[in-house]
Nanobody, 120 residues
Framework: QVHLVESGGGLVQPGGSLRLSCAAS????????MGWYRQAPGKQRELVAA???????NYLDSVKGRFTLSRDNTKNTVYLQMNNLKPEDTAVYYC??????????????WGQGTQVTVSS
């Protein structure tokens, strides 16, 4: 069993910053891609940013230049630094990880979600 524990959400004013963290624990051989998705009320869940084990990243166009995704493979942890936040960034943010188990199978895991609210 694998668990993803998220932290770092909250309320911030427009132009402010937040840093989200997501730590994976459990029966993990290795982790392929990790990333963050978000879902705003009434909207579909969308990919915000993803990072491969080797460190290659891709971002949602609307967050490019404002958000930075990084990971620490020794801690099975991914970080999302969010700067210059805008009200339209308000959403529940979900961590996602593609985990390889010791049985040589990979599974997709999700965190419980953390609320990010950008408002004055």
């Amino acid at each position: 069993q694998v668990h993803l524990v998220e932290s770092g959400g909250g309320l911030v004013q427009p132009g402010g910053s937040l840093r989200l963290s997501c730590a994976a624990s459990g029966t993990i051989f290795s982790i392929n891609a990790m990333g963050w998705y978000r879902q705003a009320p009434g909207k579909q869940r969308e990919l915000v940013a993803a990072i491969t084990r080797g460190g290659s990243t891709n971002y949602l166009d609307s967050v490019k230049g404002r958000f930075t995704l990084s990971r620490d493979n020794t801690k099975n942890t991914v970080y999302l630094q969010m700067n210059n936040l805008k009200p339209e960034d308000t959403a529940v943010y979900y961590c996602n990880a593609d985990v390889n188990t010791f049985t040589r199978r990979s599974y997709d895991y999700w965190g419980q979600g953390t609320q990010v609210t950008v408002s004055s």
